[in-house]
């Protein structure tokens, strides 16, 4: 109990003090405390002093409490509701300042939320007091970052304190993760935790913290480098979010390591952006941290996928990488690529022990035989062995093949069995030893005339339907094509049928109207500057009513009926001696038999309009010739100039040879029905299918004849029908005459022609023989009645002659060319050449290297490495071009 001292309490006595108090109605007592204002209170009254007392309140309590050390009992009193709600303020500050003076900094960073509450000055203050203390990363994780928002300043001191410690860098990776992206600025925090970058305190959470804290200031490239060395399994998709393509060329191993195939996928789709030039390195540096051989073996096969000659520069290690990891691949690739050294894979398919490999790869260098034995002795499979052998198409092989066989009985009766087609069996019988025991000969040979007979009528059948179905669809073809179309608007078209329906019959037209479809075709064809035929005014659809043919003529409407009109009243003159008008490619013949004759047999596509298209046009079918001709155009008939030999290698005698040598297609069959559309639709489609000599024709001669017979007849001084009618070697000779004469060079001649005879201005003979011109060209002669002198300059043509002789002589020695051919050529090559003093050959062989790759690479269309004997037969054609140079 306290003792209230009252002054000259000793000189008082009992009487000198009184007791009083004030009145206190209607006050209540709860809970053991007076509530506020409503507690009595009593007066002592002394001489001197006059002491008041009133009971204890809440504030007392707590302020006792806080003078005693109870902070805990005190706070629970103040949220108890004990004491005033400013008492919280004082109550919290002085707990977190015991805490802190007792270093239980945990206990008070967890307190503050509920201490500091909305206060934002209160929680800045705090925070910097934390920061002095060094103790601010038990704080961040309580820190508001809404009601109250603190400074931008101050989430960025907690997050460097939280960076620069490295035990709390997870939860600065999981601060940077919840706390939003607008609270602060990523900058400053990013400048304090770079310095850290390749230190001993930099931990994979810091690097995430940092990867974060880059996308959100918008640096997305130095975000992917680091989730990418920390193979981040989202990166991918981080890639595609930002189009982060550029930036994968230096993390190709690290890609790789997280997800080969998706990262295989990425760098294909992406190739143009990353080289294989600049992954293939990477791989390979990456050494024992992956199975980088694996990865390469992934990549470059992808590669290959879709661009064969995109890793062209790694194909001997694409080989290498087949062999280990995926045999089964490794021979489609060798069969494909064109870019490996083939002794290179040999070694390595004779270690490995890969024989069907070896087979092709010996195919490839030449060493045919060795393979064939390959695949006898080692494989034993005929049918492969026939296949190979039919693949090299050198006979001599087939006798290796047989030989090889002979003395194997089951290998003759396999052969037996796998030559149809190829060899003739009865040669194989003839060439087994007697006595040689052939099993299930009988039965083999049984089989053999089985299938022979068999393949010989299935294609004599599907000769006779081809034939069947071809004709037929010509003939539907050709009906469909002679026909016109009408087309007019709906309105031009009523009125049309009305006037139609009042005429005679004699004065009607006969038009067919075709489908929807074929009309549209018609109209696509039908260009915007066509005119009529008649009157050769502009064709306009949809003005007016006109009648159009697939050759892209057209007529109007009236025109076909003033036409018919006149035509009539020319029949009721003449009487049957008139005009026979048809749509018959001819011209009007000074001669009235011939025209009688020529208009009878002429094509009757207009008939049914009543015209004569040699009246009309100038065109004549020339029946005796086949040709259709006019006065004013050249010749124009395709399949008479694609049957010369001028302008195609196989002549005339194999259209679909030609079609699948110059177009480039393998005749299929095709459905019969598909064919005409084929034909209009997809040309080069149907230039691959086995179709008449008449479609392939229109083909090979659009391609190939016309372009080129125009582009003669502009630069040869002939006109364009007898640029057509005359062989390749008189407008080559004519093309000689024009630069010569341009050169004001003479072109001599040995030949003198016979005077020419006539008779009554009538020639009786002429030379016909055009190959004598270029005779005479060799010969050097040419029109000697000319009193002309000249000298050949030596030098001109001698270089020339001799570079024909190297590469004459290189062709010797590798398709095994006789010596006799080799001395015929000499001969004929220097037959003229007596006069020729000698020459200096020194250049020759110093450019014998540069011609004989052109030959090579060129015209034979082989690899340089492909030769193995090169330096032997260059050795040999300097001899001979020495020898030739004595000779001379």
């Given at each position: 109990m306290d003792a209230l001292p009252v002054h000259g309490f000793e000189h008082y006595k009992a009487k000198d003090?009184?007791?009083?108090?004030?009145?206190?109605?209607?006050?209540?007592?709860?809970?053991?405390?007076?509530?506020?204002?409503?507690?009595?209170?009593?007066?002592?009254?002394s001489p001197k002093d006059v002491v008041i007392a009133k009971p204890r309140d809440a504030e007392d309590h707590i302020n006792w409490l806080l003078q005693h050390g109870f902070h805990e009992k005190a706070l629970a009193a103040v949220e108890a509701g004990e004491g005033r709600n400013e008492l919280i303020d004082k109550v919290g500050a002085g707990y977190l300042d015991h805490l802190i003076v007792e270093?239980?900094?945990?206990?008070?960073?967890?307190?503050?939320?509920?201490l500091l509450r909305g206060s934002a000055s209160a929680w800045e203050r705090w925070v910097f007091h934390f920061a002095q203390l060094r103790q601010l990363p038990v704080l961040v994780p309580y820190m508001p970052t809404d009601n109250p928002r603190l400074k931008d300043t101050v989430y960025e001191v907690a997050l460097v304190a939280l960076a620069t410690n490295p035990s709390y860098h997870k939860e600065l990776l999981s601060t940077v993760k919840s706390w939003p992206r607008s609270v602060y600025s990523a900058l400053p925090v990013i400048s304090a935790i770079e310095p850290q970058l390749n230190t001993s305190s930099m931990t994979d959470a810091l690097k995430e913290a940092l990867a974060e804290l880059y996308v959100i200031d918008g640096q997305h490239e130095k975000a992917f480098a680091l989730y990418a060395d920390l193979l981040k399994p989202e990166v991918f998709d981080f890639i595609e979010k930002y189009n982060l393509h550029e930036a994968i060329r230096g993390k190709v191993v690290q890609l790789m390591l997280l997800d080969c195939k998706r990262a295989t996928a990425l760098f294909i789709q992406n190739r143009d952006l990353i080289a294989p030039s600049e992954v293939v390195p990477q791989l390979l540096k990456a050494g024992k941290k992956c199975d980088s051989r694996y990865y390469l073996y992934l990549?470059?096969?992808?590669?290959?996928?879709?661009?064969?000659?995109?890793?062209?520069?790694?194909?001997?290690?694409?080989?290498?990488?087949?062999?280990?990891?995926?045999?089964?691949?490794?021979?489609?690739?060798?069969?494909?690529?064109?870019?490996?050294?083939?002794?290179?894979?040999?070694?390595?398919?004779?270690?490995?022990?890969?024989?069907?490999?070896?087979?092709?790869?010996?195919?490839?260098?030449?060493?045919?035989?060795?393979a064939l034995a390959v695949i006898i002795n080692k494989l034993g499979d005929i049918e492969e062995a026939v296949e190979f052998v039919s693949m090299q198409h050198d006979d001599d092989l087939w006798e290796e093949l047989i030989k090889q066989c002979l003395n194997k009985p089951e290998m003759v009766g396999l052969l037996l069995e796998h030559t149809v087609g190829n060899l003739?069996?009865?040669?194989?019988?003839?060439?087994?030893?007697?006595?040689?025991?052939?099993?299930?000969?009988?039965?083999?040979?049984?089989?053999?005339?089985?299938?022979?007979?068999?393949?010989?009528?299935?294609?004599?059948?599907?000769?006779?339907i081809l034939k069947t179905d071809i004709v037929n669809l010509l003939v539907k073809c050709f009906n469909e094509a002679r026909r016109g179309v009408c087309?007019?608007?709906?309105?031009?078209?009523?009125?049309?049928?009305?006037?139609?329906?009042?005429?005679?019959?004699?004065?009607?037209?006969?038009?067919?109207?075709?489908?929807?479809?074929?009309?549209?075709?018609?109209?696509?064809?039908?260009?915007?500057?066509?005119?009529c035929c008649m009157c050769f005014d502009p064709v306009s659809i949809r003005g007016d009513t006109v009648v159009v043919f697939f050759c892209c003529h057209a007529y109007h409407m009236t025109c076909l009926m003033d036409a018919a009109f006149s035509d009539s009243n020319n029949k009721t003159a003449k009487g049957s001696s008139g005009y026979g008008y048809g749509y018959d490619n001819g011209v009007e013949e000074e001669d009235t038999e011939d025209e009688e004759e020529d208009d009878s047999n002429d094509g009757d596509r207009s008939v049914p309009l009543i015209l004569n298209l040699g009246f009309e046009l100038g065109f004549r079918c020339d029946h005796?010739?086949?040709?259709?001709?006019?006065?004013?155009?050249?010749?124009?008939?395709?399949?008479?100039?694609?049957?010369?030999?001028?302008?195609?290698?196989?002549?005339?005698?194999?259209?679909k040879a030609v079609t699948k040598a110059k177009l480039g297609y393998d005749p299929l069959e095709v459905n019969p029905e598909d064919m005409v559309q084929f034909a209009m639709e997809k040309p080069q489609t149907m230039a691959s299918y086995s179709v008449s000599d008449a479609v392939a024709t229109y083909y090979l001669y659009m391609t190939y004849v016309?372009?080129?017979?125009?582009?003669?007849?502009?630069?040869?001084?002939?006109?364009?029908?007898?640029?057509?009618?005359?062989?390749?070697?008189?407008?080559?000779?004519?093309?000689l005459m024009v630069e010569a004469y341009n050169a004001n060079v003479i072109c001599p001649n040995k030949n003198q022609a016979d005077p020419e005879k006539f008779h009554k201005s009538h020639l009786l003979e002429s030379e016909t023989y055009i190959g004598g011109h270029v005779e005479c060209l060799e010969s050097g002669v040419f029109r000697s009645d000319i009193p002309t002198s000249f000298k050949l300059d030596t030098s001109a043509y001698q270089a020339s002659n001799l570079l024909y002789l190297t590469q004459y002589d290189f062709s010797c020695c590798f398709l095994n060319i006789t010596s006799s051919d080799m001395v015929l050529?000499?001969?004929?090559?220097?037959?003229?050449?007596?006069?020729?003093?000698?020459?200096?050959?020194?250049?020759?062989?110093?450019?014998?290297?540069?011609?004989?790759?052109?030959?090579?690479?060129?015209?034979?269309?082989?690899?340089?490495?492909?030769?193995?004997?090169?330096?032997?037969?260059?050795?040999?054609?300097?001899?001979?071009?020495?020898?030739?140079?004595?000779?001379?």
């Open positions: 003090y009184s007791l009083a108090h004030a009145p206190f109605p209607g006050s209540s007592y709860a809970g053991g405390q007076w509530a506020a204002g409503d507690e009595p209170l009593y007066y002592i009254v270093r239980k900094y945990a206990e008070a960073a967890s307190l503050c939320p509920k990549y470059l096969h992808a590669l290959f996928q879709v661009s064969p000659d995109g890793g062209k520069d790694y194909h001997d290690m694409q080989v290498e990488l087949y062999a280990e990891y995926d045999t089964k691949m490794l021979l489609p690739f060798l069969r494909s690529s064109q870019h490996y050294k083939l002794e290179k894979a040999y070694e390595l398919c004779v270690k490995k022990d890969l024989l069907r490999e070896q087979v092709f790869v010996l195919g490839r260098m030449g060493n045919a035989k060795q003739d069996p009865l040669y194989i019988v003839n060439m087994v030893p007697n006595g040689l025991e052939i099993p299930r000969l009988r039965d083999r040979l049984v089989k053999i005339v089985t299938d022979y007979r068999t393949e010989t009528s299935l294609r004599h059948g599907c000769n006779d087309l007019s608007n709906e309105e031009d078209d009523s009125r049309g049928k009305r006037e139609d329906n009042n005429r005679s019959i004699s004065q009607r037209m006969v038009v067919d109207k075709s489908l929807s479809i074929k009309m549209t075709e018609v109209k696509s064809k039908t260009r915007g500057d066509t005119r005796n010739q086949g040709e259709c001709r006019a006065k004013f155009v050249c010749h124009l008939d395709c399949f008479a100039w694609v049957k010369r030999d001028s302008y195609l290698p196989q002549g005339s005698h194999g259209l016309h372009p080129f017979i125009f582009s003669l007849a502009t630069i040869i001084p002939m006109v364009p029908d007898e640029v057509l009618r005359k062989g390749s070697g008189t407008l080559c000779e004519m093309l050529f000499k001969c004929h090559l220097f037959m003229h050449l007596s006069d020729i003093g000698p020459f200096n050959c020194q250049q020759l062989i110093d450019n014998l290297d540069r011609d004989l790759e052109y030959a090579i690479t060129v015209e034979g269309k082989m690899r340089m490495d492909s030769v193995s004997n090169y330096d032997e037969v260059k050795e040999k054609i300097k001899e001979k071009v020495i020898d030739s140079s004595s000779e001379l």
